[in-house]
T-cell receptor, first 113, second 113 residues
Framework: EAQVTQNPRYLITVTGKKLTVTCSQNMNHEYMSWYRQDPGLGLRQIYYSMNVEVTDKGDVPEGYKVSRKEKRNFPLILESPSPNQTSLYFC????????????FGPGTRLTVT | EDKVVQSPLSLVVHEGDTVTLNCSYEVTNFRSLLWYKQEKKAPTFLFMLTSSGIEKKSGRLSSILDKKELFSILNITATQTGDSAVYLCAVVVNAGNNRKLIWGLGTSLAVNP
């Protein structure tokens, strides 16, 4: 089944403790991105990747890192999480950078205390 | 600044009613407009619209784009409780070598039996 998977789905952590949210897609998509979704602010892009080893900042990259060493995986790293990073995170992928339709992962609800 | 505004923010109807959701936009370098449905999980793709006046249809859902007046509508006829969700509109713009999605905040639809 074609899908985007994320892990973990739920995470409660403390300020400053490094964490990684994994994202994997099995559709051979070139383009992947990370979003956060907050009430009243909607979906905002954190980082995106147009292909392996090609990543770039989205609208709200501060406090996050990404890597794209393989086509299928696009992990999101929070080196030193803070409470303002408490949010719902979505990974998404699409066939290429010019494709409009994106496939979303199930979401990761992160709480930083 | 590019922006996408959806209205109404929320809507409560009875099963069988017809609803019209609105999405207006002000962007540069318009490429396409997307509609997504978000239940208590990841957004799922509904429609992509690129040309004015051409209706896209899927079952009881339909959508149309007006590029002159800069808006799109999503119609749902004979609503069912399973239509309860947040409906998101996103406008795809060309951004240099890339394309970027500008998201609206969504319309929350509740269909009561």
């Amino acid at each position: 089944e074609a899908q985007v998977t994320q892990n973990p789905r739920y995470l409660i952590t403390v300020t400053g403790k490094k964490l990684t949210v994994t994202c994997s897609q099995n559709m051979n998509h070139e383009y992947m991105s990370w979003y956060r979704q907050d009430p009243g602010l909607g979906l905002r892009q954190i980082y995106y990747s147009m292909n392996v080893e090609v990543t770039d900042k989205g609208d709200v990259p501060e406090g996050y890192k990404v890597s794209r060493k393989e086509k299928r995986n696009f992990p999101l790293i929070l080196e030193s999480p803070s409470p303002n990073q408490t949010s719902l995170y979505f990974c998404a992928s699409s066939l290429s950078r010019t494709s409009s339709e994106q496939y979303f992962g199930p979401g990761t609800r992160l709480t930083v205390t | 600044e590019d922006k996408v505004v959806q209205s109404p923010l929320s809507l409560v109807v009875h099963e069988g009613d017809t609803v019209t959701l609105n999405c207006s936009y002000e962007v540069t370098n318009f490429r396409s407009l997307l509609w997504y449905k978000q239940e208590k999980k990841a957004p799922t793709f509904l429609f992509m619209l690129t040309s004015s006046g051409i209706e896209k249809k899927s079952g009881r859902l339909s959508s149309i784009l007006d590029k002159k007046e800069l808006f799109s509508i999503l119609n749902i006829t004979a609503t069912q409780t399973g239509d309860s969700a947040v409906y998101l509109c996103a406008v795809v713009v060309n951004a240099g070598n890339n394309r970027k999605l500008i998201w609206g905040l969504g319309t929350s639809l509740a269909v009561n039996p």
